[in-house]
């Protein structure tokens, strides 16, 4: 039997494959507090701390992703940390400055061309290192969105007057948490506005509540290609048969499909898992788009690696593995910097009609390029 299994067979033996495999269920049995989560974990004293925190970034996970995050780094990636309360330098609630380029509620234009949808406060499951924990999880219900249908139409209204828009990510919160009618509804509102070329929605749903990616589901999206995702993966802990599952339905649906991976420290800081990662996911036809650089929202220090770490591990996919499996590795940058992607410098110099190039094993090469 397979740790997951084991799991949902020692703390749900009398739940069925059916209720299991039926996201409602996941999503109507989270655990979100410290008495449920001791009933299936073997809490610290700090882990029991934390929980009880007040003020703090709300803590819920799905039964299913709990089978996952057991015995594994994940498990840092949602339980609570006394850490998240020590404020370090250059820390904010904000870090990405989205609320000044709100042009709507939930909208924010900040690239020529394309604009993110903040549709919906709720997820799944909360990351502790979220970009936008001052926004998620706060009093959100399911079925409240950041201003569902009502607010959304000034949202709609900008899109269609700016005729420049021709890309919208739609993200949230976790937009595949919304509900099938309501998902049928905000794509069919987009896709009326011409203009608007491809639409992304952003989601971890596939590594947390795989179940989501219902037949149902991918027949509504399929209504309105070309249709993209991005989904965000940790580990390879995550790809267990059900993601791989949910992640080849996408790929058969024609959805692209591309990952976005956070760095994090002690989680996915390594060579060995990071290329992993990036493997397990190719092979379900899910392309590695960003390694982002964790952002600097208050109490994440602990979560954070140097950026010089990022490029020694860039630096260890790049040449060494399947160009596809070698994501950009971006920092967003905070005060509405926006995406800056890093690379190490290759660019050696130059020596009268060449120019001096360094290779994946640090070799230089002349290349001819006479001005
Ligand atoms: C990340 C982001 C996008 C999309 O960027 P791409 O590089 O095209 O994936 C768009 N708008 C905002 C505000 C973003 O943060």
Known sequence: MNKADYFRKRFYPDVSDEQWNDWHWQLSRRLTGEQEL?????????????LKQKD???????????????????????FPDLKEKICSNGETDDPLGEEPCMVAPGLV????????????K?????????????????????????????????????IAKHTEVRDVLISGGDPLTLSDNTLDYLLCRLREIKHVEII????????????????????????????FFSLHFT???????????????????????????????????DPDTLKKLMHELLKHRVRPYYLFQCDPILGSMHFRVPVSRGIELINALRGYTSGYAVPT???????????????????????????????????????????
């Open 56 to 78: 703090s970034f709300p803590f819920a996970i799905t039964p299913y992703y709990a089978s996952v995050v057991d015995g594994s780094p994940l498990r840092k990636t949602m």
């Open 109 to 120: 234009h900040r690239y020529p061309d394309r604009v993110l949808f903040l549709t919906t």
């Open 235 to 269: 580990h390879p802990d995550e790809i267990t048969p059900e993601t791989a599952k949910a992640c080849e339905d996408i790929a058969n649906t024609g959805i692209p499909a591309g990952s976005q991976t956070v760095l994090l420290k002690d989680i996915n800081d």
């Open 200 to 227: 992304r929605i952003g989601s971890k749903v596939p590594a947390v509540l795989p179940m989501r990616i219902t037949p149902d589901l991918l027949k509504i999206i399929q209504k309105y290609h070309p249709v």
């Open 122 to 158: 709720y997820c799944s499951c909360y990351c502790r290192y979220c970009t936008r924990s001052r926004l998620v999880g706060r009093h959100s219900s399911q079925t409240e969105t950041i201003g569902l249908k009502a607010s959304w139409e000034e949202a709609f209204k900008y």
């Open 329 to 371: 590795y971006a920092i967003d940058i905070p005060g509405g910097g926006g995406k800056i992607i890093i690379n190490d410098q290759r660019y050696m110099g130059r020596d009268g009609d060449f120019i001096l190039l360094k290779n994946f094993e640090n070799k230089i090469y002349r290349y001819p390029d006479p001005i």
């Open 38 to 50: 001791k009933r299936l974990f073997d809490l610290t004293h700090d882990e029991e701390l934390a």
